[in-house]
């Protein structure tokens, strides 16, 4: 089964610039989600998705970063215009169900720098 | 809020188990607890997952205690390739389940 694929892997932008991460999850998971990594802390959650409608995107910054999943696939992160504090390493990861008992499947990420 | 306590680092000499505790003293009836594992430069991994009873798998077992306030992963034989940091996560929410991660545990395996 081949697993949760990223790209790119990394990005390099000035700030004010605008980037787009791509995420393609696992076949057959309807679940998808993007985390945010910084450097030293545990992943925190921007936004879900079951299949193409959103769950929850609470804490995700919407001045500035938007995500979709068309067709209930592939999905996009976008973030426009990056501020030096969104470096950091972007990480998609999806399952099969929301539920408590369907564990995630992560991708290795893109990792962001903002000069 | 990770609502849940692990210590920051542990260590373990290799080919020896590793008990690696987690409190989750305000854990609800519905509420599942996840270990998650990240090697550096990886997205987290899942290792494994219970609910009230123990479980295990071929990377670990985990034991939860009989108020489920706590719970331990256990990893038979330490290898180098165990060094990471561990997550235990109360997989928790009313309509949408969400991985909360803490700081977790830094394992280091000594050779």
């Known amino acids: 089964e081949a697993g949760v694929a990223q790209s790119p892997r990394y990005k390099i932008i000035e700030k004010r610039q605008s980037v787009a991460f791509w995420c393609n999850p696992i076949?057959?998971?309807?679940?998808l989600y993007w985390y945010q990594q910084i450097l030293g802390q545990g992943p925190k959650l921007l936004i879900q998705?079951?299949?193409?409608?959103?769950?929850?995107d609470s804490q995700l910054p919407k001045d500035r970063f938007s995500a979709e999943r068309l067709k209930g696939v592939d999905s996009t992160l976008k973030i426009q215009p990056a501020k030096l504090e969104d470096s950091a390493v972007y990480l998609c990861a999806s399952s099969r169900g929301g539920g408590g008992n369907q564990p995630q499947h992560f991708g290795d990420g893109t990792r962001l720098s903002i000069l | 809020d990770a609502k849940t306590t692990q210590p920051n680092s542990m260590e373990s000499n290799e080919e020896e188990p590793v008990h690696l505790p987690c409190n989750h003293s305000t854990i609800s009836g519905t509420d599942y607890i996840h270990w998650y594992r990240q090697l550096p430069s990886q997205g987290p991994e899942y290792v494994i997952h219970g609910l009230t009873s123990n479980v295990n798998n071929r990377m670990a077992s985990l034991a939860i205690a009989e108020d489920r306030k706590s719970s331990t992963l256990i990893l038979h034989r330490a290898t180098l390739r165990d060094a990471a940091v561990y997550y235990c996560?109360?997989?928790?929410?009313?309509?949408?389940?969400?991985?909360?991660f803490g700081k977790g545990t830094k394992l280091s395996v000594i050779p």
């Open positions: 998705f079951q299949n193409n409608g959103v769950v929850d």
């Open positions: 076949s057959g998971h309807a679940t």
């Open positions: 996560i109360r997989y928790s929410g009313a309509g949408s389940y969400q991985l909360t």
